[in-house]
């Protein structure tokens, strides 16, 4: 499967931003779906992690309560949903598949595969 992401930019603290990504030569709901990111200078790390299985879903910390990922079937699109947004966040994300478990769902790096180009989102006044 081929994933293309989209929807990063510039964007003030406090504000929002919807990140789409967009698959190919395969099904979405095949996989576990992961949203990840690198910031300069550090690891990429697990964002958010959504099982197409029975719906669990994780949250790193740090995005609780602002960060939601969601799917479309139909357009076999996922999508991370970034509210009040910090400087923070500022990272390149990026979207991967993952093993689609009976029960629950993990997100390590180490389990995502098909990763995509990446999308720059940037929380600066």
């Known amino acids: 499967v081929q994933l293309v992401e989209s929807g990063g930019g510039l964007v003030k603290p406090g504000g929002s931003l919807r990140l789409s990504c967009r698959a190919s030569?395969?099904?979405?709901?095949?996989?576990?779906i992961g949203w990840f990111r690198q910031a300069p200078g550090k690891e990429r790390e697990g964002v958010s992690c959504l099982s197409t299985n029975d719906g669990s879903t994780y949250l790193a910390n740090s995005v609780k309560g602002r960060f939601t990922i969601s799917t479309d079937s139909a357009e076999n699109t996922a999508y991370l949903h970034m509210n009040s947004l910090k400087p923070d966040d500022t990272a390149v994300y990026y979207c991967a598949v993952g093993p689609k478990l009976r029960l629950g769902v993990v997100c390590s790096v180490s389990e995502y595969a098909g990763w995509g180009q990446g999308t720059q989102v940037t929380v600066s006044s």
């Open positions: 030569g395969g099904i979405l709901n095949d996989y576990a």
